[in-house]
């Protein structure tokens, strides 16, 4: 792979194995190599329908989604005005009354706007465990948080509107109304405390 990403440097490079059995075993000793190694680990089985055989591939280990750049490192900073064009200032306001739940955990944060997205800054380096995206009807919240059915059992029983999780992102995408962020203050600080523990930090 070191050979592949000097004759092409401008990939990503990851490598990928391919498996009938994978062990926690084998996946104890990949977390050793701790990210330095990029690796997709899939695992193969055979089944036998009738007379024929059929290959089955499940993808049990993806660290793609640990290399992939925060938007806002290859793109231009903005400021407010362009997101109240892009929303609209109430939906940017949306995003202020939720900046103050994040201010409640993290005095030192500010916002940060991107092009992309409103993300955290501190000592003005990008501290994104979560950020928003207002739209014209909306604010999209986007806490960054392991994948499990326990947040998402919290969500859906709250009757948030969730969109799709980002695997790449490793985000929950939350649309919130102009009465949401009151309504739900409670589950939104919760939310935003995790990914905080989980995911707060400089991001490089």
Do not use: C
């Not at 938007?71 to 995003?95: L, N």
């Amino acid at each position: 792979m070191g050979l592949e990403k000097k004759r092409y440097p401008q990939y990503d490079h990851v490598a990928v194995l391919v498996a009938e059995d994978i062990t926690s075993r084998f996946l104890n000793i990949i977390s050793l190599f701790n990210g330095v190694i990029p690796l997709i680990a899939i695992q193969m089985n055979a089944i036998q329908i009738e007379d024929k055989v059929t290959l089955v591939f499940t993808t049990v280990l993806d660290q793609r989604a640990g290399l992939a750049l925060e938007e806002e490192e290859i793109q231009e900073t903005v400021d407010r005005s362009y997101w109240e064009k892009r929303g609209t200032k109430a939906t940017v306001a949306i995003a202020d009354e939720a900046f103050s739940i994040v201010k409640s955990i993290d005095e030192g944060l500010e916002l940060k706007y991107n092009k992309f997205y409103i993300g955290l800054a501190k000592d003005g380096k990008p501290y994104n465990f979560v950020v928003f995206r207002p739209h014209k009807q909306y604010l999209r919240i986007e806490p960054k948080l392991q994948k499990s059915d326990e947040i998402e059992k919290k969500l859906d029983t709250a009757g948030l509107d969730l969109l799709e999780y980002s695997v790449r992102d490793r985000r929950y995408r939350i649309r919130f109304g102009k009465e949401d962020i009151k309504k739900y203050a409670d589950l939104l600080q919760e939310l935003l405390e995790q990914a905080y523990r989980e995911f707060g930090g400089y991001e490089i």
